[in-house]
């Protein structure tokens, strides 16, 4: 509680001393009225301008938030969504209502023209701007799909490398090569690949090609740590475990099953836990280059605008990314535990 209020003391500080003609590193309060839209009572209102009067209407739909906030958009679009589905409800109602009309009348071709406009508009999504919190689930989807592939390739690999010096020879100077390749250098060959291997998806759908780039940059980039703990995890399983297995004429796939990876589990799931670090980290960087709907999408857009608004609106998802971050830990450390026989402290 000490170190955090330090730290939010600090920030003020800097707050205030840290500003150029265009912008400056936003206050606390500014970062907390950009997520939720509402002042603090007792302070001045941080941002005197972001209230325009073609934006008073949401203002006031909007119980007080301010629209150019996290939140305050959140509910604008809510509110635009539901004012869609209702308009289209309306159209969809007044079609099948003529196409009965008309149908009474004797006309079946005009009938089945007013019946078909109404299947129309049913099947239409509202495909409104992202909000923050839809970018969120986007990049936990993402973040999600990329480390499960990462998972099923790097555990098999580093089994066979724990198991075999001959196959350990062979792939390491592969991993050494691989390993310690940026994001940014990766993007290039995923960006080919997934155009090349996935047909476009209609607009509405979330399963554009950008998502599956950056979910490409994510496994690329988080493998490496569950292959290596997996490959030192079987490496290092006691030889008299080994030797029972032998004396007991277990088969080669069986040895591996009831004795090599439960041995070896508690570091693989330390190479589990460090991947997922990684590649929520690598996450944000592949997100700006793919322009996939995530979280560093949102870091982009608010960049490009250059506001001091748009800059606290980022200190926001900076916490936001941290706070995922240190959530996907825990529940891997959780996991780390449950297979872990001695005490796990950190």
Same mark, same amino acid.
């Given at each position: ?11 003020s ?9 265009s ?7 500014? #970062?907390? !009225?950009?997520?939720?839209g ?13 209230i325009?009067?073609a934006?008073?209407?949401?203002f006031a739909?909007n119980d007080?938030?301010?629209?150019? #906030?996290?939140?305050?958009f ?6 635009a969504?539901?004012? !869609?589905?209702e ?17 009474a ?8 023209k ?6 129309m508009f ?10 923050? !919190?839809?970018?969120?689930? %986007?990049?936990?989807? &993402? ?5 499960? %592939?990462a ?6 690999i580093?089994? $066979? ?12 100077p $592969? ?11 990766w ?6 690949v ?13 399963w554009?090609?950008?998502?599956? &780039? ?8 988080? =493998? ?18 080994l030797n ?14 009831? %004795?090599? $990876?439960?041995a ?14 990684v590649?929520?980290?690598v ?5 700006m280059?793919?322009?996939n ?22 200190i ?7 706070g995922?971050?240190?959530?996907l ?8 535990? =449950?297979?872990?026989?001695?005490d796990?402290?950190?």
């Amino acid at each position: 509680m000490i170190a955090f209020a330090g730290f939010v003391i600090l920030w003020s500080i800097f707050s205030s001393i840290v500003k150029t003609d265009s912008v400056q590193i936003p206050s606390p309060h500014q #970062s907390w !009225y950009a997520l939720t839209g509402t002042a603090i009572p007792g302070f001045a209102h941080p941002f005197p301008d972001s209230i325009s009067g073609a934006e008073a209407p949401y203002f006031a739909e909007n119980d007080g938030l301010d629209p150019k #906030s996290i939140n305050g958009f959140a509910k604008a679009e809510e509110i635009a969504e539901q004012r !869609y589905l209702e308009s289209q409800q309306d159209r969809v109602d007044n079609f099948m209502e003529k196409s009965r009309q008309a149908a009474a009348e004797g006309d079946a071709e005009k009938a089945e023209k007013y019946k078909g406009n109404a299947e129309m508009f049913a099947g239409k999504t509202y495909s409104g701007n992202k909000t923050f !919190y839809d970018q969120i689930w %986007i990049s936990l989807l &993402t973040v999600s799909i990329g480390f499960f %592939i990462a998972t099923i390739v790097a555990v098999p690999i580093g089994v $066979l490398c724990g198991i075999s010096p001959l196959f350990n020879t062979a792939m390491n100077p $592969l991993i050494q090569l691989f390993k310690p390749g940026s994001p940014l250098a990766w993007f290039p060959i995923v960006f080919v690949v997934t155009t090349w291997g996935i047909d476009t998806p209609p607009s509405d759908s979330i399963w554009q090609r950008a998502l599956w &780039t950056s979910a490409g940059v994510v496994m690329l980039c988080s =493998l490496w740590p569950t292959l290596i703990n997996t490959a030192v995890g079987v490496a290092s399983v006691d030889k008299d475990h080994l030797n029972v297995a032998k004396v007991l004429k277990l088969g080669w796939a069986k040895r591996i099953w009831k %004795i090599v $990876l439960p041995a070896s589990l508690p570091l693989i799931f330390t190479g589990l836990r460090l991947s997922i670090g990684v590649g929520w980290m690598v996450l944000i960087a592949a997100d700006m280059m793919a322009q996939n709907q995530g979280l560093g999408k949102f870091v982009w857009d608010m960049y490009q605008n250059g506001d001091t608004m748009s800059t606290a609106q980022i200190i926001v998802a900076v916490f936001v990314i941290g706070g995922i971050g240190f959530f996907l830990d825990r529940i891997m450390l959780v996991f780390q535990r =449950l297979v872990t026989f001695e005490d796990q402290n950190v």
